[in-house]
């Protein structure tokens, strides 16, 4: 058993402060330890995407980062992204345009998405699917979760131009 | 009493079928609130792991778990020793054979399971595995069927008698200690005699390559032992939960009232989830053991090693026509290779699935299948990976027969399969090899799909492409993949469809509160279909009150009635139709209800929309919700209180789903990377329940199909060694990858279902992995080729390309 | 898949890093970005008894662009590369290659230097860094030494930085001429079947000066000379494309694996290659 180390880190606008064997790997720390049960594991070699989280504006794959590597880090996770009463437009998307089937992968497709539209806020389909290529999805190919995210993209465009 | 809203606001406000609802199941998953088997925690729980075989066959000398024991937090380790006095060291699989639970003295794959490692976290779980010390006598490995036939080796000592004869097994004689079962569909003689003498006779051998559903969740549960009430509860990724709790119940002695499984959401299934597996045992006498909750989850190398692999038909076929192309016969051999232990999933009497479907769209009089089962040194399984029982592998063999019988009789493909389709009026269809089909009309969406795509201009282009290439112009080819299949789905009648004698029925249980809202259990397991949003539709227009007002549940043994489970498409069918029955025993009580309520005679009321309205008097009704509220506080003479139904449906007959795909391909000839241009998928599901979710059911299939067709094995080194274990070298596509699909659709009711459904949610597969290789295998047909195996990943359609002397 | 336990240690510089790695030896390792180092581990292919996470450690996030070289830290990603706008037009060639390295996730966390250091012939940087000619800092105990790309690779993940030392920036000489990454793979996500990188400078219709190197098509990347200099005086018409190509396959020795056999290997080896300088010459 090593040394356990101290661990800070901000997940969705709260602290959390616990003492962590290094092993352990983030995607536990959310959805065991904080329990945190959005970002899910599907393949554990950083390739499927369905553990994908925000970190310090990185989309990242939280099965392939220890706890203590985000000491200090600023982490946002589907749960942070939107809830019942302030849904994401991406959210509303997913659903409108039936962007999900078994919804495992989509905790983590909505969290990279949310980045890529920061990213490329209009994106084309070709830079979607580019985009969202560290995502897989075995239900619904991919096609409904494209149109989901060109139509958060024209929604959130829309009302940023309203803003403005 | 007047309307406020016209009949047709009516309709619209149940959101019945025919709409494209939108899913109820997504305000939770896309807010990160599904429940998942991994979701769940318990207090106290504990975490079980498999130490595995590094061998794909082996002896099992000696186990050694003291060093592991030693491991902090590391509580138990079980192995078949642990298992042999409770009886529980091997299992009944679902094909009438037997399975290890943990190896009992060796091992037949590698990632076999050897001992159970039972911890406080998953972190001493995987140290204590480490620990675990495991003597091995490496064996002969037999990765091939046929070498498996002809070997001395005997992989199960089990099933061979202590004289060295050869007892029958489950599905009759064994001609050797490696085959598992000869299975016979169709007649032999007259199907050699037609082909014997036919004008044109085409053969073609050709290997359905193993692959695995792979969802994007893997296996897991939960099994927690309550010793104080003496209850067991199983949460687990089950796609058929009663029937996991009667083989609970039969292997365990647990009376079955004590035993509840629960399915929480599912992340994909795909036929990965029905059959049962030695972590379920082993968490579950891991819990009787401790008293605790004890978690087992798969990894995904795990996932891709051990648990259900699909296909791995080794197919040999003969196919005659008249020189009209008139096809006169069709003779097929399968040797199946099913690993160590026979887990194929399929209905009792059904050893080889429905691979006798494998005439597939055409009216073929002479047919004849034999399957040979064999075991060898691989994972067990066979399970039906977005398919019914083989059906994937029937549709792909009579779609690649039918292209190889083009070439033999230098004839386009797609005038092949109008000449020969079964018509319109031959419905309902005797096929020679048993099935009767339901419905069709192939030649309708055939001509659509052709007309649609712009066949004979496709043609035309392709025509141009070859001089272009053959002029040094281009090293594109272009590849026109066709296919049209024919599905069996809804498994199936009690007649003739069992697992483990449980009879494939299912089941609907709905009750009506006093205001007008519902809640309908089903025996049935979403794993993304979105049934809670098409069950209500059903429902909706059954009953007349709003889908908005239904709820659906599934899943909880302890609540849902009895079924059979989700796979095999039968959910619509079989289940759909259950809850289309029981909506209609509601229906009837409210008709009688609404009598009272009019003061007329239950006759002179008739049902509309949303109502119970008088004959002639459309303005006298009563309001489904009325109703419902009637039936809790009205005192009516003959009848009970309460408005609640349940149907157990035994469906009369399959339901056979259709369709007609075209893909179109370009094809680098010197790096094998093949491109699609176009994907265009006709499907004919019967009566469509809501339009939305089949387009997303077919897109999804298709690129299930893709993956298959194009890339996606379990593939195997001569030592027995997994090759694929990761999604590194396991092909899932990404989004890039993967391309837009144009959807389209006929309608042919199913006359033997309640509302007509057929199904859909397997048929992008089934028709998909045909086309796709259609479109690969067409691209290379000008410079002679006839056909060449799947998977079609870079190297291999490199080497087709190679071996035709298309490369300098 | 869980690691084996291990200590972990953050440390704030470089003396720190260096004075661990000295203690523990071979069971020390230090790690950037994790996406190589941190799967293999949750395999158990990999035991690192004491990991030294470099990402307090400042000094190697930055990208320097002088007048001749290009100075890159061993830890910016590939993400920053490919947002980095003066790099994109100094040395575009580090931009299309990173965008086909793995997938946006892996590339906000992978580093250039652990891209380089970790010696998986798969990785995409080592062949690149080859064909630019770049120089890598290690420093050790005895402090900074240069090692040419070209010199760096021995066999699979085997390099001549020694255990004790840690790779801390990249030197490019600014690249000329026209260039172009090539890369088959099966799908996003996989390392190349075949890559080819290629730098080369045309002068008056004739190419003066050709870097070639290949990725994945042997236990190290292969800087072929011979492939290079096959252009150099030519026209890069027809029979100077077939020399290049005739060199590289001497210098290249794929193994077969599931991307295919040796033949395959080798074709496809040749038929990127030949795009990979078509293009860099339609650029030069």
Known sequence: MSKKKHVTLNVNGKTEEFLAEPRELLIYTLRERLNITGPHIGCETSHCGACTVTIDGKSVKSCTMFAVQAEGAEITTIEGIGGPDNLHPLQEAFKEHHGLQCGYCTPGMITRATKLLEEIPNPTEAEIRFGMAGNLCRCTGYQNIVKSIQAAAAQMSAAKEAAE | ?808 | MIPAAFEYYRPKDMDKVLSILEEHGDDARVMAGGHSLIPMMKLRMADVPHLIDLQDVGGMSEIEIGADTIKIGALVTQSDIIDHAALADVAPILREASLQIADPQVRYMGTLGGNIANGDPGNDMPGLMQCLDATFTVVGQDGERAIPARDFYEAAYVTAREDGEVLTAVTIPRPKGGHAYEKQKRKIGDYATAAASVQIVNDGGKCVSAAIAMTNLSDTPVFSKTAGDALVGTSVDDAALKAAVAAMLGDIDPTEDNRGPVAFKNHVAGVILRRAIARAWSRA
């Open chain 2, 1 to 808: 009493m007047k309307d406020e809203i016209t009949r047709e606001e009516r309709v619209d406000n149940l959101k019945g079928m025919g709409c494209s609802r939108k899913r109820v199941e997504d305000a939770r998953f896309t807010q990160g609130k599904g429940n998942y088997v991994d979701d769940i925690k318990l207090d106290g729980m504990l975490f079980g792991d498999f130490v595995r075989s590094p061998y794909a066959h082996a002896r099992v000398k000696s186990i050694n778990k003291d060093t592991a024991l030693k491991v902090p937090g590391v509580l138990a380790v079980l192995t078949a020793d642990d298992l042999r006095p409770l009886g529980l060291h091997w299992m009944p699989t679902l094909a009438g054979d037997k399975q290890m639970v943990l190896a009992d003295g060796k091992v037949l794959f590698q990632g076999q399971e050897v001992a159970f490692v039972v911890a406080e976290d998953r972190y001493a779980a995987a140290d204590g595995i480490e620990a675990v010390e495991v003597e091995y006598e490496e064996l002969p490995v037999l990765v091939n069927p046929f070498e498996a036939l002809k070997s001395d080796v005997v992989l199960r000592e089990d099933l061979v008698a202590e004289d060295g004869s050869i007892p029958a097994g489950a599905h009759g004689p064994r001609k050797h200690h490696n085959h598992i079962f000869t299975w016979e569909a169709g007649d032999k003689d007259p199907t050699e005699e037609v082909i014997a003498n036919a004008e044109v006779v085409a053969e073609e051998s050709m290997y359905y390559h193993r692959t695995h559903p792979c969802p994007l969740e893997t296996c897991g549960c939960v099994a927690s032992m309550d010793k104080v009430n003496g209850k067991l509860t199983l949460w687990g990724t089950f796609q058929a939960p009663h029937a996991i709790r009667t083989v609970v119940s039969l292997i365990s002695g647990i009376e079955e009232h004590n035993i509840r499984v629960v399915s929480p959401d599912i992340g994909g299934g795909f036929g990965n989830k029905v059959g049962a597996y030695p972590g379920y045992v082993c968490s579950v006498v891991a819990s009787i053991v401790t008293g605790k909750p004890v978690k087992w989850i798969e990894d995904r190398m795990d996932n891709l090693m051990t648990t259900a692999f699909a296909r791995d038909y080794h197919m040999t076929g003969k196919i005659s026509a008249t020189k009209e192309g008139k096809i006169t016969g069709l003779q097929c051999h399968v040797t199946a290779d099913h690993g160590g232990f026979d887990a194929c999933a399929d209905p009792t009497k059904f050893p080889a699935g429905f691979m006798n479907i494998c005439t597939g769209s055409y009216d073929i009089p002479t047919a004849f299948l034999e399957v040979d089962g064999v075991y060898t040194n691989k994972a067990p399984g066979g399970v039906s990976y977005r398919c019914s029982f083989r059906v994937t592998e029937a549709v792909y063999f009579i779609e690649r027969m039918i292209e190889v019988l083009a070439i033999k009789l230098n004839m386009d493909a797609a005038e092949l399969r109008r000449i020969n389709f079964i018509k319109k009026e031959q419905f309902p269809y005797k096929a020679a090899l048993g099935w009767e089909y339901d419905s069709g009309d192939y030649h309708t969406a055939w001509d659509k799909a052709l007309k649609t795509v712009d066949y004979d201009g496709l043609r035309a282009e392709q025509a141009q492409r070859v001089k272009d290439f053959k002029a040094g112009k281009t090293r594109k080819l272009m590849g026109i993949g066709l296919s049209f299949f024919t599905e069996i789905v809804g498994a199936g009648p009690v007649k003739n469809c069992d697992i483990l004698g449980l009879g494939m029925f299912d089941s609907c249980e709905i009750r009506i509160h006093p205001t007008g809202s519902a809640i309908a259990r089903l025996g049935t397991i979403s794993q993304g279909q979105g049934h809670a949003t098409t069950f209500a539709q059903i429902l909706a227009s059954e009953i007349g009150l709003p889908a908005d007002s239904i709820t659906i549940e599934e899943g909880d043994t302890d609540t849902a009635p009895y079924g059979l489970g989700t796979y095999g498409s039968r959910s619509t069918p079989v289940a759909g139709a259950a809850t289309a029955m029981a909506g209609r025993k509601i229906r009837a009580k409210a008709q009688m209800i609404a009598a009272y309520l009019l003061e007329v005679h239950d006759n002179d009321v008739e049902f509309d929309v949303d109502r119970f309205a008088v004959k002639g008097a459309p303005e006298k009704f009563k309001t489904m919700k009325e109703i419902a509220f009637a039936a809790y506080n009205q005192a009516i003479p003959g009848l009970e209180p309460g408005l609640e139904a349940v149907s157990y449906y035994d469906p009369p007959n399959m339901t056979y789903p259709f369709g007609a795909y075209v893909c179109v391909m370009d094809i680098d000839v010197d790096t094998g990377v093949p491109e699609i241009r176009r994907f265009y998928a006709l499907d004919d599901c019967g009566t469509r329940i809501n339009p939305m979710i089949i387009e997303g059911q077919v897109h999804g299939g298709l690129t299930e199909a893709l993956a298959v067709a194009l890339g996606q094995e379990i593939a195997y080194d001569d030592m027995g060694n997994v090759k694929t274990g990761t999604l590194m070298d396991f092909f899932l596509p990404t989004a890039w990858e993967v391309p837009n699909y144009e959807t389209d659709f006929t309608v042919t009711p199913s006359p033997h279902h309640p509302i007509g459904a057929k199904g859909v949610g397997e048929s992008p597969h089934v028709g998909g992995v045909p086309c796709f290789s259609n479109a690969v295998q067409d691209a290379f047909r000008p410079f002679g080729n006839t056909h060449t195996n799947m998977p079609h990943d870079h190297w291999r359609i490199w080497r087709t390309a190679n071996e035709l002397g298309l490369h300098d």
